[in-house]
């Protein structure tokens, strides 16, 4: 819920929009997804790993940057030649306070919304230039993706019913619960977004 929430009520995404996504983990993909529910026209990945790309086209994403193949180029400098000056919206789905000044980087000059995902657990400074708010662009936290359980929740389960919400994609491996160690090697290894426990006997 934190990734579609982030893009849905957070950053309130609107149609036809530019996007850009900082970290394509099970976080990072679901404001793609989020991003693909509202509208939005470009929906751009940055992450080291490749395969995140091909993974990431299942919820939405239409262009990807590795920041290991640009050259000297800085991430936002690309982002802004592929969005004509920015994107609208800019997520940080990480938690490296660096990140988050380049995703402010990449946001528009006038309107761009940044919106802080990642948790920053090193107690790293964000800097980021008064003089680039004043030009209009603005930062933003946001806790459970801004979503007020009592009432999004629900919403967001009647739109997964619907088939308007993509989440099946998330579960990308099974195991039984005697077998609850190898899940959590796959997630260190980087290669689940989502594990699914079964129960002995339930399955």
């Not at 592929?82 to 990480?94: L, Q, R, S, V």
Request: with cysteine; net charge negative.
């Amino acid at each position: 819920g934190v990734g579609v929430g982030a893009a849905w009520k957070a950053a309130e995404v609107e149609e036809g929009s530019t996007v850009a996504i900082f970290g394509l983990g099970a976080v990072g993909l679901a404001v793609a997804e989020g991003a693909r529910m509202r509208g939005a026209s470009k929906i751009i990945g940055v992450d080291l790993n490749a395969d995140k790309f091909e993974l990431g086209k299942q919820f939405g994403l239409t262009d990807f940057i590795n920041p290991t193949t640009i050259g000297d180029k800085r991430v936002s400098e690309v982002i802004k030649e592929m969005t004509d000056g920015g994107a609208d919206y800019c997520f940080e789905c990480i938690g490296l306070a660096s990140l988050m000044a380049e995703a402010f980087s990449s946001s528009r000059e006038g309107w761009g919304k940044t919106v802080i995902v990642g948790i920053e657990m090193h107690g790293s400074p964000l800097v980021v230039s008064p003089y680039e708010i004043i030009r209009g662009r603005s930062i933003c936290g946001t806790y459970f993706g801004g979503l007020k359980p009592k009432t999004h929740i629900s919403l967001l389960a009647k739109k997964y019913l619907d088939k308007e919400l993509n989440l099946d994609p998330f579960i990308t491996h099974e195991v039984g619960l005697k077998d609850i160690n190898r899940a959590f090697e796959l997630l260190a290894e980087g290669q689940s977004l989502r594990c699914l426990i079964w129960m002995d006997g339930c399955k």
